[in-house]
């Protein structure tokens, strides 16, 4: 017999983004991304679950466990105990199994003087899983460094915000068409890496480096690093040559700045950078011209409202929420399967990262890290903190080329960087 939900517990809807995610999550494509911290001094892993237990209880996203429903998943109130801390002892961004996390979607580990935060995706973005991870790491100080005490109080910062509205449904157009259409895009191949295991190539460079490269061009930052990515294809995989089909980068867009949300749910939308190699022997400023072009016509509140308006048109429609949730997984995975030969790989730049004073000094910096989804086998993320930009490769491919052409360009350009990998690809 069938366990009855606890009616005293507190339930809530899956966004719109998120509602994907546990129909298509699984082992190999596990949906969990990771956001870290790197501290100046070795974790101590006693004062980490203490932390976690403190903040915890403030976080309602993060409480949660997910459910099925008849016509769609939901998220219940988790009353489990927290979490187990652990040292790091696999491959970053695992599928995370709930039975064995009791019921959790998110996992926190560290590595000598790193804490990593692990969530999946159907939780929140990389800037709701931020906003915990900083919390996570104020409180760690403060158990930590007995002189903070009298400086700060033992609360939430100020800035942090708690808000779990569904920013998606507060913000859409009703009745919108959909403005995106799909087409096969260059998908990079190559010997595999064994199972679970993840290739991660950090690049860590001076701000002002990139920034005065960036602004040589007359471009942004970030569509300097999505054009150099894209050449760095274009040279390495596809050696300069023609292509029938093409280099397809999504770029994931934070939405609040847009529409003033402060929301800890997932609240972003994905705009795909176009070059299509129709001749040979490009130069980079032509390919960053196309990229930057595309991203511009994109990247703007009217659009942006268009593309997640269209998603939550069909979700809000009275006939399509009748339909049970068998057959809507049916045809979300179709859906998804289509779109995910549109894509070559991705970016996600989280911005610039501040934190409260007095907690900065004892950091070092931020990282993040992404899992490979089908038809992408590569992936970056892309995140500032202070005077260092942090630049991270995932793969599950053997070859690193691409990694290799990407760094190469941005140190012909000036930039100093600096390389560190998990050595997977050297093993």
């Not at 203490?50 to 429903?69: I, R």
């Not at 942006?304 to 399509?320: D, I, P």
């Not at 950091?363 to 992408?376: D, N, P, V, Y």
């Amino acid at each position: 017999m069938a366990k009855k939900r606890d009616k005293n517990l507190k339930w809530d809807k899956l966004d719109n983004t998120a509602q994907l995610f546990p129909v298509i999550a699984r082992e190999g494509m596990s949906n969990v991304y990771r956001v870290a911290v790197v501290l100046k001094e070795d974790i101590d892993e006693t004062a980490l679950q203490l932390a976690l237990e403190k903040v915890l209880p403030h976080f309602d996203v993060f409480k949660t466990t997910l459910k099925k429903g008849i016509f769609w998943y939901y998220f219940e109130e988790n009353e489990r105990p927290v979490p187990k801390v652990t040292e790091e002892a696999d491959y970053p961004c695992l599928f995370i199994n709930p039975h064995a996390n009791n019921n959790y979607l998110f996992r926190l580990t560290y590595y000598k003087n790193r804490i990593n935060l692990e969530v999946f995706h159907a939780l929140t973005d990389g800037n709701g899983a931020l906003s915990f991870l900083k919390e996570i790491t104020y409180q760690y100080l403060r158990l930590k460094k007995p002189e903070l005490k009298g400086k700060v109080k033992n609360s939430l910062a100020s800035e942090t915000s708690l808000d779990a509205e569904d920013s998606y449904l507060q913000n859409y157009k009703k009745k919108e068409k959909k403005t995106y259409t799909t087409r096969k895009a260059v998908i990079i191949k190559g010997e595999k890496l064994a199972p679970n295991q993840l290739s991660v190539i950090h690049g860590f460079m001076p701000v002002v480096d990139i920034k005065a490269v960036a602004k040589k061009y007359g471009v942004t930052i970030n569509q300097y690093i999505v054009s150099a990515y894209t050449w760095a294809i274009y040279k390495s995989y596809l050696k300069g040559g023609k292509s029938d089909k093409p280099i397809a980068i999504s770029v994931p867009v934070n939405l609040r700045p847009y529409f003033g949300s402060d929301t800890n749910k997932n609240f972003f939308v994905v705009v795909t950078s176009i070059f299509e190699p129709k001749e040979e022997n490009y130069t980079f400023e032509e390919v960053l011209k196309i990229v930057t072009k595309s991203l511009e016509d994109q990247i703007n509140k009217e659009n942006l409202e268009k593309l997640f308006s269209y998603n939550v048109s069909n979700e809000v429609n009275l006939v399509l929420r009748a339909i049970p949730l068998f057959l809507k997984r049916i045809a979300i995975r179709q859906v998804f399967n289509a779109s995910a030969k549109a894509n070559t790989t991705t970016v996600t730049n989280l911005g610039i990262l501040k934190t409260t004073d007095p907690y900065t000094d004892y950091i070092e910096r931020f990282q993040a890290t992404l899992a490979m989804s089908k038809g992408q086998n590569i992936k970056m993320t892309v995140i500032s903190f202070r005077d260092t930009l942090a630049l991270t490769f995932s793969s599950c491919v053997v070859d690193s080329g691409i990694q290799k052409a990407f760094f190469r360009k941005l140190t012909e350009d000036g930039i100093n960087v600096t390389v560190e990998t998990n050595g997977v690809n050297y093993e």
